[in-house]
Protein backbone atom coordinates (compact mmCIF):
# COMPACT_ATOMS: atom_id res chain seq x y z
CA UNK A 1 0.00 0.00 0.00
CA UNK A 2 1.37 3.06 -1.22
CA UNK A 3 1.04 5.99 1.57
CA UNK A 4 2.74 9.76 0.77
CA UNK A 5 2.50 12.15 4.27
CA UNK A 6 3.12 15.64 3.72
CA UNK A 7 4.32 18.00 6.49
CA UNK A 8 5.61 21.28 7.23
CA UNK A 9 2.82 23.42 5.82
CA UNK A 10 1.77 26.16 8.19
CA UNK A 11 0.88 29.93 8.34
CA UNK A 12 3.84 32.22 7.94
CA UNK A 13 4.51 35.97 6.67
CA UNK A 14 5.15 37.10 3.02
CA UNK A 15 8.47 36.78 2.52
CA UNK A 16 9.18 33.76 4.57
CA UNK A 17 10.32 30.52 4.07
CA UNK A 18 8.56 27.16 4.51
CA UNK A 19 10.08 23.28 3.47
CA UNK A 20 7.47 21.20 3.05
CA UNK A 21 8.29 17.06 3.34
CA UNK A 22 7.08 14.13 1.93
CA UNK A 23 7.70 10.63 3.14
CA UNK A 24 6.65 8.37 1.24
CA UNK A 25 6.28 4.12 2.21
CA UNK A 26 5.09 1.01 -0.19
CA UNK A 27 6.68 1.88 -3.73
CA UNK A 28 10.28 2.27 -5.24
CA UNK A 29 10.69 5.57 -4.11
CA UNK A 30 14.54 5.72 -5.89
CA UNK A 31 12.77 5.06 -9.17
CA UNK A 32 10.21 7.65 -8.97
CA UNK A 33 9.02 10.99 -10.06
CA UNK A 34 7.77 13.03 -7.35
CA UNK A 35 6.17 15.96 -7.83
CA UNK A 36 4.57 18.93 -5.37
CA UNK A 37 0.85 20.57 -6.56
CA UNK A 38 -1.12 23.19 -5.38
CA UNK A 39 -4.86 24.31 -4.67
CA UNK A 40 -6.00 27.34 -3.65
CA UNK A 41 -9.77 27.61 -2.92
CA UNK A 42 -11.71 28.17 -6.00
CA UNK A 43 -8.73 27.00 -8.28
CA UNK A 44 -7.64 24.10 -10.13
CA UNK A 45 -4.97 22.37 -9.14
CA UNK A 46 -1.80 23.44 -10.52
CA UNK A 47 1.79 21.98 -10.65
CA UNK A 48 4.51 23.36 -8.47
CA UNK A 49 7.65 21.73 -8.95
CA UNK A 50 8.56 17.67 -10.12
CA UNK A 51 11.64 15.79 -9.72
CA UNK A 52 12.63 12.68 -11.65
CA UNK A 53 14.50 10.15 -10.12
CA UNK A 54 17.94 11.10 -10.91
CA UNK A 55 17.45 14.11 -9.00
CA UNK A 56 19.19 15.54 -11.86
CA UNK A 57 16.24 16.27 -14.32
CA UNK A 58 13.65 18.68 -12.79
CA UNK A 59 11.21 21.64 -13.54
CA UNK A 60 9.31 24.31 -11.94
CA UNK A 61 6.00 26.49 -12.11
CA UNK A 62 6.81 29.48 -13.59
CA UNK A 63 5.52 31.34 -10.94
CA UNK A 64 7.95 29.58 -8.29
CA UNK A 65 11.24 29.93 -9.94
CA UNK A 66 13.64 31.28 -8.04
CA UNK A 67 11.57 30.53 -4.31
CA UNK A 68 11.30 27.46 -4.13
CA UNK A 69 13.26 24.13 -4.88
CA UNK A 70 12.64 20.64 -4.85
CA UNK A 71 14.83 18.32 -3.54
CA UNK A 72 14.60 14.24 -2.60
CA UNK A 73 16.81 11.92 0.01
CA UNK A 74 16.35 8.68 -1.41
CA UNK A 75 18.12 7.44 1.98
CA UNK A 76 14.96 8.84 3.78
CA UNK A 77 12.11 8.13 1.08
CA UNK A 78 11.35 11.47 1.03
CA UNK A 79 10.81 14.90 -0.88
CA UNK A 80 11.04 18.47 0.07
CA UNK A 81 9.55 21.60 -1.28
CA UNK A 82 12.20 24.42 0.24
CA UNK A 83 9.93 27.75 -0.61
CA UNK A 84 11.49 30.80 0.02
CA UNK A 85 10.15 34.13 -0.83
CA UNK A 86 6.75 33.39 0.12
CA UNK A 87 3.36 35.49 -1.50
CA UNK A 88 -0.11 35.60 -0.53
CA UNK A 89 -0.41 34.42 -3.46
CA UNK A 90 1.37 30.96 -2.75
CA UNK A 91 -1.60 30.23 0.19
CA UNK A 92 -3.10 26.53 -1.07
CA UNK A 93 -3.06 22.97 -0.29
CA UNK A 94 0.10 21.41 -1.13
CA UNK A 95 -0.18 17.87 -2.47
CA UNK A 96 3.12 15.37 -3.06
CA UNK A 97 2.28 12.83 -5.98
CA UNK A 98 4.19 10.00 -7.21
CA UNK A 99 4.77 8.18 -10.13
CA UNK A 100 6.63 4.95 -9.88
CA UNK A 101 9.29 4.31 -12.76
CA UNK A 102 9.38 8.23 -13.43
CA UNK A 103 12.90 9.07 -15.10
CA UNK A 104 11.81 12.43 -16.07
CA UNK A 105 10.05 15.36 -13.73
CA UNK A 106 6.17 15.87 -14.43
CA UNK A 107 4.32 18.19 -14.74
CA UNK A 108 0.97 16.94 -15.48
CA UNK A 109 -1.19 15.40 -12.45
CA UNK A 110 -2.57 12.74 -14.40
CA UNK A 111 1.44 11.58 -14.87
CA UNK A 112 0.97 10.43 -11.39
CA UNK A 113 -0.31 7.44 -9.84
CA UNK A 114 -0.56 8.67 -6.13
CA UNK A 115 -1.03 11.58 -3.83
CA UNK A 116 -0.71 12.15 -0.54
CA UNK A 117 -3.34 13.89 1.91
CA UNK A 118 -2.49 17.80 1.27
CA UNK A 119 -1.10 20.71 3.58
CA UNK A 120 -1.74 23.51 4.03
CA UNK A 121 -0.09 26.69 3.75
CA UNK A 122 -1.05 30.36 4.33
CA UNK A 123 0.95 33.15 3.77
CA UNK A 124 -0.24 36.37 5.44
CA UNK A 125 0.12 39.85 4.22
Known amino acids: QVQLVESGGGLVQAGGSLRLSCAASGLAFSNSAMGWFRQAPGKEREFVAGIGWSARNYDYADSVKGRFTISRDNAKNTVYLQMNSLKPEDTAVYYC??????????????????WGQGTQVTVSS
Open 97 to 114: AAEPWGYTAIRVGSGYRY
